[in-house]
């Protein structure tokens, strides 16, 4: 990578910006984010990413990306994972273990259903409010 | 056709215990009834915080937040806010109860926290300068390298009016100021990442969430006050914030935003990373900047100031972790904006950890200013197992408790200090019934006993000593003079120890003394331990009355002293008790007591 000037910074940022941006607001495909701070993989998260590849595959979801990113905060519910998909409001789930794993990738990318007992609040609203 | 409204019912305790069950029910059969089954769906969530308000309920996409929800708004909430696609008003949330000192707008306050820090932590990838990128980052740097001279960054941190965040709350602008004046061709930035209270992970969570944050402020100060390197201090214990560091430092490298020649402005700047080997004295700046030469940890006699005679006796500014975090949004925000938000003395937000007895743990930000009760029992949900509030703990080692007669004292550095704790960097920890002060003293002493440097007498000598004392009233042996001894010893280390860690180190027995002397009390005039937690002073036994020989007790002893015949009742042998309470937990009849 060369090194940057101002306008190729500004470039660089108004690309991807674009791109993160429309992912988050308007999400053409599934996006599963696991948050994979020391807390989240001290409860487990790593093997979370296994489990939504092996369940994706299972279930004939393609069009999908696993991100990752660090704590949300909710450190009472780890594991949390953030799941987007396209024309449903994006949630937080906390406390995902395997079992609800799988549930997230049944229910919810497939079924578009909503799963239970495991939705926690956003913590705040987002102050670059994107 | 596809679900449009999805009813979120929050399933916590607090909630199922005001009868948030009969409300998700309620709801489930309102949609069957009114016959938009396929337009709604209702789910019962994890605790959403706000358990004094509870049940309550919000829908999605639109956000809108009930509270005090009763099974019998249900079919409302379907035929209104389903059905009409209009509010319920009624049940909204009144955000004008709100008691925060917050004069912003357009920002919906219900769940009290504003991240400002953790802006990007939980959003970004943090091995992606991309997506960091994405979101205004470099913009500040941007700004500062090519609008702005180091003069008028120093104005802008002072319109923030932004305090270092490290604990102490020294204002940050001064300390720039006086780094940038301080005359010397070669100047430092440092980076404190050495956190090391017991119960605190803030600076850990921001490191690994936002790494390419700390960097870009650290070259900030590095353009402001002349510097052309920059040192992160950050403990060993911290693998992953380390290796977040190592890749944001590598591709901003890459990207030329530290090196030479950033964005082509001719400034110079570059970074590095430091391990501490986790010792606590290294938090104070001048331990730290030994440690980082290579030398013992240990500090030494202020003046000089880092700012003066710092890394290398050359000038230096030491910042903590959450600081820096602060520094981008204030240049890209402007101070004006950043100090609308907290209070007028303490602006912007504190991150807090908040641990302990509390239903949700967990990190928070949250403007200055807002109050105990709201971080409990708003955003907390409030304390485990339908116990009682005893104390919240702040400040770690050098902090103190806050009791439940101030719960409503806003939180900054003035208010804090005056109920003699600390803001510290932001360790909470909630306690309920079940902890015993004189055991949290004890605690904390024994911490700063492992963690005193020993090289000022007050401190080496002072926390041993206090550590005595407390376990000598811990183990019954404890006299009137005994508290009277504490106070003189630990007046004695705030006025003479050589640094923060002595100063500070009495705090926790000081503050417990002060707010909980009739548990002291307890402990040295009637023997007693009115928590039950110090093992010395507690007794279990068994009542004849209510114990039918079922012999569980027995088995359960780690020790075998529990006698009796099977049907017959049992006797506790006192003298090889343990006090582990094993019996206690195990008795399905309620016949072992604890006194």
């Not at chain 2, 003395?345 to 930000?365: C, Q, R």
Request: glycine share 10%; proline share 5%; with cysteine.
């Amino acid at each position: 990578m060369a090194k940057l000037t101002l306008a190729d910074l500004k470039k660089l940022r108004e690309t991807y910006a674009a791109e993160f941006h429309a992912r988050k607001a308007d999400v053409h495909q599934v996006q599963i984010t696991v948050g994979l701070g020391t807390c989240g993989i001290a409860a487990g998260a790593l093997d979370l990413l296994t489990v939504f590849a092996e369940e994706l595959v299972k279930a004939g979801v393609r069009e999908v990306s696993i991100r990752h990113t660090g704590c949300m905060g909710l450190c009472h519910s780890e594991p949390t994972v953030e799941v987007a998909v396209p024309g449903m409001p994006t949630v937080i789930y906390g406390n995902v273990n395997g079992e609800t794993g799988r549930k997230i990738v049944q229910q919810h990318i497939v079924r578009k259903l909503l799963v239970n007992d495991h939705i926690f609040d956003k913590p705040a609203a987002d102050i670059l409010n994107t | 056709m596809a679900i449009k409204t999805y009813i979120l019912v929050c399933g916590g305790t607090g909630c199922l215990a005001t009868r948030g069950g009969e409300v998700y029910e309620a709801l489930k059969k309102e949609i069957t009834e009114q016959g938009v089954q396929a337009q709604a769906q209702v789910v019962r969530t994890g605790c959403f915080g706000f358990c004094a308000k509870g049940p309550v309920v919000k829908t999605l996409p639109d956000e809108t937040f009930y509270v005090n929800v009763q099974d019998t708004d249900a079919q409302e909430i379907v035929a209104e806010h389903v059905v009409k696609g209009r509010p319920v008003k009624r049940l909204l949330y009144d955000q004008s109860q709100s008691r925060l000192n917050v004069r912003m707008e357009d920002i919906s306050f219900y769940q009290k926290q504003f991240r400002m820090v953790l802006r990007n932590c939980g959003v970004i990838d943090p091995e992606k300068i991309e997506e960091y990128i994405a979101r205004n980052g470099y913009v500040a740097l941007s700004k500062v390298l090519t609008e702005m001279t180091p003069d008028q960054v120093v104005d802008e941190l002072k319109k923030s009016g932004l305090r270092g965040r490290g604990g102490a709350g020294f204002p940050t602008w001064l300390k720039w100021k006086f780094t940038k004046d301080a005359p010397g061709d070669e100047k430092y930035v440092v980076c404190n990442a050495d956190e090391g209270d017991p119960g605190a992970y803030m600076d850990r969570s921001t490191i690994e969430g936002d790494p390419h944050s700390i960097l870009e402020a650290m070259a900030i100060a590095g353009r402001t006050v002349g510097a052309s390197k920059g040192v992160i201090y950050i403990r060993a214990e911290y693998p992953l914030a380390i290796k977040h560091l190592e890749t944001a430092i590598r591709q901003a490298r890459e990207y030329g935003l530290l090196g030479k020649d950033i964005l082509g402005s001719g400034f110079t700047f570059d970074v590095e990373i430091r391990l501490g080997a986790g010792a606590f004295v290294c938090g104070e700046e001048t331990a730290l900047l030994a440690s980082t030469m290579g030398r013992r940890g240990m500090p030494i006699p202020r003046p000089p100031f880092p700012a003066v005679s710092g890394l290398w006796q050359k000038p230096t500014v030491i910042n903590n972790v959450e600081t820096y975090a602060n520094i981008p949004v204030i240049i890209t925000g402007g101070g004006d904006w950043f100090a609308k938000v907290g209070t007028p003395k303490s602006p912007g937000t504190k991150v807090f950890a908040l641990t302990g007895k509390i239903i949700n743990s967990g990190l928070i930000e949250v403007p200055m200013g807002i109050t105990l009760r709201e971080i409990i029992y708003d955003i907390g949900g409030g304390i485990r197992d339908g116990k009682a509030f005893k104390a919240v703990q702040t400040g770690g080692p050098s902090g103190g408790v806050i009791t439940a007669d101030y719960l409503d004292v806003p939180i900054d550095y003035e208010h804090l200090a005056e109920l003699g704790s600390i803001m510290g960097s932001g360790g909470m920890i909630v306690m309920d019934e079940d902890d015993c002060m004189v055991d949290v003293a004890r605690f904390y002493q024994d911490f700063c006993v492992d963690e005193s440097c020993g090289k000022c007498a007050p401190c080496r000598i002072g926390t041993r000593t206090l550590l005595n004392l407390l376990e000598q009233i811990a183990e019954g042996q404890g006299t009137p003079e005994h508290l009277e001894k504490i106070a003189e010893v630990g007046h004695a280390m705030q006025k003479a120890a050589l640094c923060g860690l002595g100063q500070t180190a009495p705090n926790p027995v000081l503050s417990t003394m002060k707010y909980f002397e009739a548990e002291y009390r307890a402990h040295i005039d009637d023997k007693r331990c009115p928590a039950g937690k110090c093992t010395h002073l507690v007794t279990y036994e068994i009542d004849p009355e209510k114990c039918i020989g079922c012999t569980l007790c027995a088995r359960k002893c780690p020790v075998n002293t529990i006698e009796g015949e099977r049907q017959k009742p049992h006797r506790i042998i006192q003298e090889n008790c343990i006090k582990c309470g094993e019996c206690l937990r195990a008795c399905k009849f309620g016949a072992v007591s604890r006194r």
